[in-house]
């Protein structure tokens, strides 16, 4: 008990002490933002097919068939297998609306769901990719524009930010005659990983044996890869 009282005296100084100086660091806290533009170059499409049926393993036939017919369509305009990807896979049962049957609804049929995802290199052929798409199908199909160099321009976006911050806190400090000192912590604003690129999303629907879509004009435009950096400095 004695010898823990004397390493109480003993710390509680060089702790006293210590915590004067911390408090005494001034900083500086700026958030340094910066934007990079771009022309999409890939188009990322989602399809989702649907068949119907009583009997389940038709169904499944119908469905089966449906995607054979978008996967050798796509291979036609030059998609390879590395970016063609099958996905969610789902099975429901309908019911005929408002009618029952001895106190149960009446069955109307399943409906069975899949999901596939295309990579689509380039944008030239974005008419052609749609126009096949669609053409005489039970199908949904949606799109959002994106860049094969992403990565690289958010890296290149996120020096940018840096430095913008940087300069905004030496303009800050000169105004009150300060002095930039070390950098504390420096941190990506999350908000900019959620909305740092810009989509560009449409979304189709056709169903029965309708013509095929007509072709118009496509646009890509630009798309931006935006990204804020927090950074905490000290003031000489």
């Known amino acids: 008990m004695k010898s823990f009282l004397v390493s109480s005296l003993v710390l509680c100084p060089a702790v006293a002490l210590a915590t004067p100086n911390h408090s005494q660091v001034r900083t500086i806290q700026v958030v340094g933002k910066a934007v990079t533009k771009v022309v999409p170059d890939t188009v990322l499409w989602s399809v989702s097919l649907n068949a119907a049926h009583k009997d389940l393993s038709k169904a499944k036939a119908d469905s089966d068939r449906q995607m054979k017919e978008v996967l050798s369509t796509v291979r036609a305009l030059g998609v390879k297998g590395e970016d063609l990807q099958t996905g969610h896979l789902s099975v429901r049962k309908e019911y005929e609306r408002g009618k029952y049957q001895q106190g149960s609804r009446v069955f109307k049929h399943y409906v069975l769901t899949r999901e596939l995802k295309i990579k689509q290199r380039g944008t030239e052929k974005f008419d052609a990719f749609l126009t096949a798409l669609v053409r005489n199908r039970d199908m949904n ?40 000192g070390d950098v504390l912590q420096i941190a990506e604003q999350p908000s900019a990983l959620r909305h740092g690129v810009t989509r560009f999303t449409n979304s189709v629907g056709f169903h029965g044996e309708g013509g095929g879509a007509s072709t118009s004009t496509f646009a890509p435009g630009s798309m931006e890869v935006s990204v804020s950096v927090g950074v905490e400095f000290a003031l000489r």
């Open 141 to 180: 199909v949606s799109y959002r524009l994106s860049s094969s160099h992403v990565l690289e321009l958010r890296a290149k976006t996120r020096i940018q930010a840096v430095l913008n911050a940087k300069t905004k806190a030496i303009a800050m400090a000169k105004a009150l005659g300060a002095q930039l």
